[in-house]
């Protein structure tokens, strides 16, 4: 048989496969590029907004520290057995780890990495493996001051520069999405993501608008309020920060 | 001597696409949010496109059985590029199976067993002697096990699907040809991915990688060899060994769980759900919980309000 022979069977299918799947390459998805097709759920990541998300109701409470990793893809429901609003993937930037704020039979509820801000959602017990991280984050913004708290004891504080006037850093209840290195951002080794987007910049040099703790090559910007939304950290801060479990939850207040 | 391997895979698919439609009639849907217990052996989509075969489905709860004995017969001289011994599928309400002997996948992926299974919302998948490029596969993979071979050829093991009325989709293997998406073209080749690119060119029977630098110089080399436009973000071919779909008996999917914990009473910590808006971490579950990973720095791309 010959080779063309052989490549008109394959091309032949190529003609009369139609055209592809739309929404279904995570990949794609996960880099903001497909909309999900119709009917289909929304993926809930940085990238996305997801419709009828119950909101944070104490988004001023810390947690006992529970965070959950879902061991495979699921569902995001509005309540326990309601209505599915979202699909949970188990890798999103690395590992997927986000907060629990509330458990009920077979069912805990996360704050979600989509937009808008303070969204939650109910996944099912048994999707998800469980662990528990010691720190809390708070960031106050009127003093500009970061802490880091390891059993309720303060391990570190630090003057940040947060947000401006006109791009201001999110208040509320978040959490560490991921941590990465990206050779397109010199200005930080690390880049830590939180699950909070900025509410004035709906997308951000080609990003959704993710907020992010990260250091800056100059230190005249700590104790500012001068960044576009991300808090900007002295080195030693992110090198600690950087050790610190993906879920753990990110307080960010007025004070 | 090399042999125009994913080209006479298309053709020996096609033959079994052939033969199966004459042997099974209509392939049915595969149903992908409703609790219907289904199961099937193998399937493809992208550049070449399989209908599940051996699909069964089991919508009132009475076991159904499908089986199929080696296809080599039918597809003389590309017999080496995709054969199995015997393909089982089998559901019936709750639970569904499906299994793969004697798997060769394009002289690349070998197994003398997959057996991909669901029982009452909780799955898994089991690979006797499996191998791909000469690694050996893991016998009982954790959910979602991603290996990425090359820039060329991901695998994925024991892919799991909740399903929004709590049923269970099990993907037993994944094997996607140029996965597309999340790869960067202008990436230099690891030493590691270097090795992979002959079994690659063997696999196309040419060599269009040769003095590839980057996974963009491979891209375009096996893309321009092929004579197609493909689409960077999908990826040019996925070929799915087994798929088991089961539904859960409550609709949560939490019958293990459950088991295990009997909700949480009589570990004294299951009468404090509510009196705090924060959550109760261990209250009605499995006891101790580990302490959460430190986070793995990755390379990633993700524009940060800065």
């Known amino acids: 048989m010959g080779v063309v022979a052989v490549f008109a069977v394959v091309l032949g299918f190529a003609a009369f496969s139609g055209s592809p799947e739309p929404g279904r390459d995570p ?4 880099a903001g590029e497909v909309a999900p097709a119709a009917g289909e759920l929304p993926l809930s990541n940085t990238y996305t907004t997801v419709d009828g998300a119950p909101q944070d109701s104490a988004a001023a409470s810390k947690t006992n520290g529970l965070v959950v990793h879902p061991i495979r893809e699921t569902p995001v429901h509005d309540a326990p057995n309601g209505r599915a609003i ?10 997927t780890w986000l907060p629990v704020i509330a ?63 006109s791009a201001p850093t999110p208040t509320g209840r978040t959490f560490l999405l991921g941590a990465f290195s990206d050779s397109k951002q010199k200005y930080s080794p690390v880049i830590l993501p939180l699950g909070a987007h900025s509410p004035t910049h709906d997308t951000f040099g080609g990003g959704p608008g993710t907020v992010a703790i990260h250091t800056w090559p100059t230190s005249d910007v700590y104790g500012t309020a001068t960044s576009d939304g991300c808090i900007r950290v002295p080195p030693d801060a992110l090198d600690q920060l950087s050790e610190v479990p993906l879920g753990t939850l990110v307080m960010i207040d007025e004070d | ?240 060994i087994g798929s088991a779909t089961c539904s859960a008996s409550n609709g949560n999917g939490d019958a293990k769980s459950d088991g295990n914990n009997g909700n949480g009473d009589g570990n004294g910590n299951g009468d404090n759900n509510g009196d705090n808006s924060g959550a109760n971490a261990t209250a009605g579950d499995t006891g101790p919980v580990a302490t959460a990973p430190k986070p793995q720095v990755l390379n990633a791309s993700l524009p940060v309000t800065g």
């Not at chain 2, 496109?49 to 199929?68: A, F, M, N, R, T």
């Not at chain 2, 080496?80 to 992926?109: H, M």
């Not at chain 2, 954790?142 to 093991?157: E, G, I, N």
């Open chain 2, 1 to 240: 001597m090399n042999t125009k391997k994913l080209a006479g895979a298309g053709a020996a698919i096609g033959a079994v696409t052939a033969v199966t439609a004459l042997l099974l009639g209509t392939t049915a849907a595969v149903a992908q949010e409703t609790a219907s217990d289904s199961a099937f052996g193998l399937s493809a989509s992208g550049l070449l496109k399989i209908d599940p075969i051996s699909y069964v489905e089991s919508p009132d709860g009475k076991h159904v059985e499908k089986q199929l004995l080696g296809i080599g017969d039918v597809l003389g001289p590309h017999e080496g590029d995709i054969a199995f011994g015997v393909l089982t599928a089998e559901a019936q309400g709750g639970a569904s199976e499906t299994a793969v002997t004697e798997l060769n996948l394009l002289q690349l992926l070998r197994a003398d067993l997959v057996r991909t299974y669901c029982n009452d919302g909780d799955g898994g998948l089991q690979i006797v002697k499996g191998s791909i490029l000469g690694h050996d596969l893991p016998e009982t993979p954790v959910p979602s096990q991603t290996l990425d071979l090359s820039p060329l050829l991901k695998l994925t093991l024991n892919d799991q699907v909740r399903h929004e009325d709590g049923s269970l989709t099990v993907t037993g293997i994944e094997l996607t040809v140029l996965p597309g998406g999340d790869q960067n073209p202008d990436r230099v080749l690891t030493s590691e991915e270097r090795k992979a690119l002959p079994q690659l060119a063997d696999l196309l029977g040419t060599d269009p990688t040769a003095g590839a630098n980057t996974v963009g110089d491979v891209v375009t080399g096996v893309t321009g060899k092929l004579g197609i436009q493909v689409d960077p973000s999908k990826p040019l071919q996925t070929i799915t």
């Open chain 1, 86 to 95: 979202a699909r949970m993937e188990s890798k999103q930037i690395g590992d």
């Open chain 1, 103 to 165: 458990e009920e039979s077979g069912w805990v509820q996360v704050l979600l990495p989509s937009k808008p801000n303070g969204s939650t959602g109910w996944v099912r017990s048994a999707d998800v493996e469980r662990a528990q991280t010691p720190y809390v984050i708070a960031v106050h913004l009127k003093s500009m001051r970061l802490e880091l708290r390891r059993d309720d004891k303060v391990v570190g504080q630090w003057t940040v520069g947060i947000g401006k006037e």
């Open chain 1, 27 to 30: 990949a794609s998805i996960a």
